[in-house]
């Protein structure tokens, strides 16, 4: 019988992608280069996606993720998790909400009403860099929505989509004794609704100004900003009695970073390139599906739940 893992590597990309097995040879033989040894090798493909998981004994995470860096290709993601956040169990996984949990930045829909996306869309991808502040870019543009009616929160949602896998996610780690929880610098009157379906109990969000069926173009409250969605993240992990080590961020923006070096597991979903730079995992493939390999969850663990429609 041999040890528990030090941490595992685990290797990921779309279904179909040959270059994964390539890539797989290439990271072993980088681990046990820096003196650690490999066991336990699980495949953990699902319908859409290929992914492989390696134990490792013998080499530290830091020095383990540091020999496999080189082996990532284009099409195929490489990461070190460390042991204690594998197979089931009680652990909090939060989400981003906007290019997340949903394919879009719902203020840019709104935006589209107000004539302002081309404007809202610029200064978002600056924010998301790391470029901006995330609260005065916020307010920027929230301001371009004032006069909106309020019904144009109905149309939004209306267009939102969720990204591939959540409902596959979500059920999943629930299922397996884990909590699901969003945090966003989005608007709490959308992710209200977007949550609903996926059945998570927990969300903190911006609420917009609302006066007389109008958008005032300011935000009500403070703002959910990187400060807060990592004590979001640490608060909620101890209301619930999850040790950090059982704790999942995942995000693509710069507003995500203190979270995501906060959790246990942090991933970098489809993210800038600041933030893959930072976070100690990184996933490129868009599918939300794919952070259940990160967490040692097979297929025949998985709840096959079809993503919400929008």
């Not at 003196?35 to 492989?52: E, F, M, Q, W, Y």
């Not at 989005?186 to 069926?213: K, M, S, Y």
């Not at 693509?252 to 597991?265: F, K, Q, S, T, W």
């Amino acid at each position: 019988m041999t040890d528990a893992p030090t941490c595992a590597l685990v290797v990921t990309a779309a279904a179909g992608t040959e270059a994964l097995d390539t890539v797989l040879g290439s990271a072993v033989s980088a681990i046990e280069a820096a003196g650690g040894s490999t066991h336990g090798t699980r495949s953990l493909d699902g319908p859409c996606t290929r992914a492989t998981l390696v134990e490792v004994q013998g080499l530290g995470l830091d020095a383990a993720r540091s020999a496999v860096a080189p082996c990532a290709a284009d099409d195929v993601d490489v990461n070190v998790v460390p042991g204690s956040a594998l197979g089931p169990g009680p652990r909090l996984v939060v989400l981003d909400v906007d290019s997340t949990l949903i394919e879009d930045e719902v203020i840019e829909l709104l935006a589209d009403a107000a004539g302002t996306r081309e404007e809202v869309a610029a200064v978002t991808e600056r924010a998301m860099r790391g470029e901006l502040d995330f609260a005065e870019s916020l307010h920027a543009r929230v301001a371009t929505l004032a006069g909106l009616p309020t019904s144009v929160l109905h149309d939004a949602r209306r267009r939102v989509r969720y990204t591939p896998g959540v409902g596959r996610l979500a059920a999943t780690v629930r299922a397996t004794g884990g909590t699901v929880a969003v945090v966003s610098g989005g608007f709490q009157e959308i992710v209200d609704q977007l949550v609903a379906p996926l059945a998570i109990d927990h969300a903190e969000a911006n609420r917009l100004g609302t006066d007389g069926g109008q958008l005032t173009g300011t935000v009500a409250g403070a703002v959910v900003d990187p400060d807060r969605k990592q004590a979001f993240l640490t608060e909620l992990a101890e209301q619930l009695g999850i040790p950090q080590a059982r704790t999942v961020a995942i995000g693509d923006g710069a507003n995500d970073l203190r979270m995501i070096a906060a959790a246990g597991v942090g991933i970098a979903f489809c993210a800038k390139a600041v933030v893959r730079e930072a976070a100690p995992c990184s996933l490129r493939t868009r599918r939300l599906d794919l952070v259940l390999a990160l967490l040692g969850i097979g297929e025949d663990a998985v709840s096959d739940v079809p993503d919400p429609r929008a």
